[in-house]
């Protein structure tokens, strides 16, 4: 099974093709000054500063955090997945310029990472928990393929083979041992390999997945060096599980540790697991992707529930206002749901996928493509946030950059990369499985998927084979034509030639509850439509929203956000409010509640705070 | 109005005579050996240490934090408790051995803190905002008047007279600016003030309130200083209401910052303002009780919600799990309380002080006099306290020490305090505010409350005068002799001569709610008994708790526990579960919940974590 490539995939659907756009027009170009630090108000970048210093071409210091390099890789991913679709002469002449400075940065032996270059050059490798080389490299990695997919042009990943060849020199069996604290080279090397069909990169993956928690653990024997010095004073009190070390990967079996390295971790597993036909591995990647998303997700698909190291903790615990879950995390656990469906094929997998991107991953970015969170509560009191310095963390408004800035470009990576997420092969057979207005062209097959809000045209042309539908969790597919299903998919046998199918995917809306043990969540309610979980903003509802009560058994109607994408109706519901009118000077009291009926008005949560500072919530507490 | 002082009370008290005798006998015995570090296993004391090292008969190194002589202050306050109720030679011997040592330990000139003698003896009030000088040279005060009340020595009285004698040549108009940054100081004078009648104490007092807020904040000088070091680092990013110094202590108007300075500084305004009848200050002291009472306050009695500062944060702001409610805050509000009472006569005022009381301070000591809690949260999943750093402050078992041990020497003082605030006087007016156990003789007066159960026999011999039993929030008082009520008061004309009165005090059980704003407790219910908040340990209940379900209506049986004190019943209802067995895999769900009918075993909160560490939780989800 394969994803169909980008390039040959073209989206035309009013909502995604509108984000695609925002990113491609205004989020990338925006991205760009930042990296060369020409938007005044924001946080400093500093990042293409740091080549310069690292090529020479500047006497500056080193600035920002040590992995500030991969802001420009990942931005060059962004950047090649919009060139994939369409060539946009300004975007590919930044991009060539940033690769002629990064091949000028990289060094004589292939080594490339400024943070190492201009502050510790003689501390290569000595900090793997926390250096973040390896982690740098991987982005690299990346960047390098997806640039060459995008443009034919090979100078960037000759950089990046360059340097995973002194990767591959430096570290596995007889040579150095290792394996990175933050995962990502892994997953990388994947890609190298199955761009270039070097088994070496494949092999080196593997080597550093199945060195992990495997023996001494190598950071407790770097950190008790005498010469060590902490990068990140905090980690001093990390133990193994936040770096999943903590076990051999094929024994691990709760999602542990820093939420996006435990995410990009699996994702490499995954994908060793599927090329190497490894069962062992592949029933560690279950059992960690069925422990992350049934015992530790957010119902906004946030991974990830404490400040304190952006991690996980515990089954069950996932605190509404103090959650961390960080995009770049449930970024991650896209990354990880789509590898698992390339692994098993489960349409779940993609019920997760959605769950996230609709979610948490549109949240991260405003309207206006200028802003960002890095942090996803699911209940935000301003007045609370400003004073409560346990909520530091969380910010009311999205922001304009960060100083640890992983976010912003993480999802302009994602967003411009969703086209190729959306049909897959195998063999005779397609999957459709996120329902996107697009279509695709490939060999002898084309497809087309028009989509006029919840109505949509399947065309297909080419030979025969059977076509596999994913049915949305959320969603009721109607058809006339379409009525066989396996699985959750449905299916059609297409007998060949050119033939149009029509159906209805018709979002439902219902009322979910947390398992008992999600103590946050407990006697509350949340509403979802389709893949998009709702939420209540005070501009359109009383404050406290604490107050609002809502029946078990609402029923919705749906009306027309005029600020909202066509396909994000605002719900509408009878449900009640709290008088707090008998309460005055009172705190406590055995007085009967009072209640009020009132209109409730939810709005999807990936759109709030896109109309100034106020309260939210996704729990609603049952009447 | 003032308090019938401790010596002329006795209490005679099943369960209060039991936590005296637990006090005098266990706790400060067991105090005293920590302070001299001859307990294993416990967190190093070093408090007597730092004094021998002070008087030059030690050569060891300070170590602990900068306000640890206080430690041994308060524990010399508590065993002065005791000896005014009862001698105990060897205490006393205890405490005429450490008042030697700390005669040694001041320095010619009055001055007495063994961090700045020992560490930097040429920073003296140079760190006014963190050296913590003022505030131990409060609880020495406080000692000192205890002691003295209670045996007539005037030895420490006249080393804490030499030291308050140098602070007030140091500090005042046209000496030296400054106000303490943390509070306690102030009340000390005024209580040297009125053991003493010297007046200069109770204007050093007021000058220390007047000052503060007004014009240039000194900290914000302190701190801007070239030569300044942090001693806390933490505090650089503090703000002006951490200190409650953003203001004039007049225009003051909501409880700020560390909650355990905030109380202290409002315990010294409220004595200031009684004794030099100043309405401005009483408003303003009314302001903060009724704000620190009715917005910021657990029903537990606990304050300051956040563990980040020991902190106030914003009304309404009471998380349960995260919660901080320092013992040391709850004493604080007892002390508060009591002050309010005697400016305003407020029966509520000790609605407030026996929540408090019965409560978080209640729960800070465990049953063996032993092990202390610090932070009080309003419930525990420790599995959820393993694994989340968000949660590291929380201990779901009570500690042997503490390396910061400001709790249970504070505790030691409040509970052998008790019997001093059950009686006052107001002319010929007699107040008995809290129903406990025990007579009192003073001057041609003698009262006896002898008490049953819920039965009270009161005894009164002497002239006439007019008794005031308050009426407690929460239970209902019969009495064929008592009728006549004003403003929560029974009154009884006492016509004089020698009359046995009888009633009876029924403790109500009632379920409470919390104000709508109050988003932790939204939909949640907690049971009161009395002054009594209960709880739900996963010992008698099924975990996890978050899946009871309380009805609004419940109504309870009282069960004697076989573990707990004659008038602490076990509550028992009959409420419901939601069943997990349909969830087993899933996290959220539109499926109907399944409930299952289950008795609910509550207990008073204030004896959770004594029978093994498991969940505990007060705000039951209503169903």
Sequence with gaps: MEFVPLADVKLDDAMWSRQFALVRDVVLPYMWEILNDRIENAEKSHCIENFKIAAGRSSDRY?????????????IEAVSYCLSVEKKDELESFCDAAIKLIAEAQQPDGYLDTYYTIVAPDKRWSNLMEGHELYCAGHLIEAAVAYYKATGKDTLLKISRRFAD????????????????????????????????????????????????VGENIFTEECTKEDHAFIFPDMAHFKADYFQTQAPVREQCCASGHAVRAMYLYCAMADYARLTHDPELEKACLRLYENTTSRQMYVTGGVGAAKLGERFTSDFDLPADSAYAETCASIGLMLFSSRMWLLNGKKSNYDIWEQALYNTVLSGMGRDGHHFFYVNPLEVVPQTVAHNPMLSHVKTQRQKWFSVACCPPNLARILTSIPGYIYALDGD???????????????????????????????????????????????????????????????????????????????????LKAHPSVSAAAGKLC??????????????????????????????????????DENMPILKTVGYSVSVKSWDQLLYSSQSCVYESREITLIPYSQWGNRGENEMRVWLTEK
Excluded: M
Aim: hydrophobic share 35%; glycine share 10%; net charge negative.
């Design 429 to 511: 057979r397609l999957y459709i499985l996120s329902h996107l207005g697009s279509s695709l062209k490939k060999g002898g097959l084309y497809v087309n998927l028009a989509r006029k809000g919840d109505d949509y045209t399947l065309t297909i042309d080419g030979g025969p084979r059977e076509v596999c539908l994913r049915l949305p969790e959320n969603s009721k597919l109607i058809s006339d034509q379409i009525a066989a299903q396996d699985d959750g998919y449905f299916i059609i046998q297409h007998a060949g030639g050119k033939q149009e199918y029509s159906y209805s995917l018709i979002p439902q809306v219902r009322i």
């Design 166 to 213: 002194l990767i591959d020199l430096t570290f596995g069996p007889n040579k150095r041992r290792g394996y990175p604290g933050h995962p990502e080279i892994e997953l990388a090397l994947i890609r190298l390999y199955e761009v270039t069909k070097e088994k070496k990169y494949l092999d080196l993956a593997g080597y550093f997945l199945n060195e992990r928690g």
């Design 527 to 564: 509403v979802q439509r389709g893949e998009t979980i709702y939420c209540a903003e005070q501009i359109d509802n009383a404050s406290p929203l604490s107050a609002l009560r809502l029946p078990g058994d609402a029923v919705f109607s749906e009306v027309k956000g005029d600020w909202l």
């Design 63 to 75: 600035y920002g955090v040590v992995f500030l390099d991969t802001d420009l890789y990942k931005w």
